[in-house]
């Protein structure tokens, strides 16, 4: 099955730190969203984007559309311990009356050293 | 409070035996969907239903059945056919029929086969 492209896979940093990872697809996207996943529950919703160059904010998260609809990144800034997970690209098209499925990246695993 | 409700949280299941996880959802969406997860695989769609008593396989269907009787509920059974069963379900459901919408997921089920 179709997958996206999620960097990095994993990141070790420190309290404080600005933290960034991105999405990228060959096929075009009408729909981004970003989960965070604590271990052993289900994905958070964090941020949704619905049009290409969108960037939205949410607290210390910042996502953003890309303009060519192929990809899409999330940064967190001043990181905290509580920022600890597994975050998630999401993909979504929409084929003309057809509702389309979501498409999932790997995950970036992230750990925060306080 | 609206929501959507896997369980049981864990199950253990010995080899050759049928399992059925239960997804239970209040948010009236239209849309339900299973999600394998294993470390580093990132979740796979293993099937999904748009409207009652349809529903289309994913791309790891093998082994899996399910059913869509009611709106509310999307339950999955893993049969014996499934080689590896051992890892963490998710179920998540969205409303269809508008321009923007986003998927909202359970708490999860851990299936471990003994």
């Known amino acids: 099955g179709q997958q996206l492209n999620q960097s990095p896979q994993s990141m070790f940093i420190q309290e404080g730190e600005d933290v960034s990872m991105n999405c990228t697809s060959s096929?075009?996207?009408?729909?981004w969203l970003w989960y965070k996943q604590d271990p052993g529950e289900g994905p958070v919703l964090l941020i949704a984007l619905y049009k290409a160059g969108e960037l939205t904010s949410n607290g210390r998260l910042t996502a953003q559309f890309g303009i060519t609809r192929k990809d899409s990144f999330l940064n967190i800034s001043a990181s905290i311990p509580s920022d600890v997970g597994i975050y998630f690209c999401a993909g979504q098209m929409n084929y003309g009356g057809s509702q389309g499925n979501l498409i999932f990246g790997k995950g970036t695993k992230l750990s925060v050293k306080p | 409070d609206g929501g959507i409700t896997q369980s049981p949280k864990y199950l253990f299941r010995k080899e050759g035996q049928n399992v059925t996880l239960s997804c239970e959802q209040n948010?009236?969406?239209?849309?339900m969907y299973w999600y394998r997860q294993d470390p580093g695989q990132g979740l796979r769609l293993i099937y999904y239903?748009?409207?009652?008593?349809?529903?289309q396989k994913g791309d790891i269907a093998e082994g899996y059945s399910v059913s869509r009787e009611k709106k509310e509920s999307f339950p999955l059974t893993v049969t014996s056919a499934q080689k590896n069963p051992t890892a963490f379900y998710l179920c998540?459901?969205?409303?269809?029929?508008?321009?923007?919408?986003?998927?909202?997921f359970g708490q999860g089920t851990r299936l471990t086969v003994v």
């Open positions: 239903s748009q409207i009652v008593n349809d529903f």
């Open positions: 096929s075009i996207f009408n729909t």
């Open positions: 998540a459901s969205r409303p269809l029929g508008q321009a923007n919408t986003e998927a909202f």
């Open positions: 948010l009236n969406h239209d849309a």
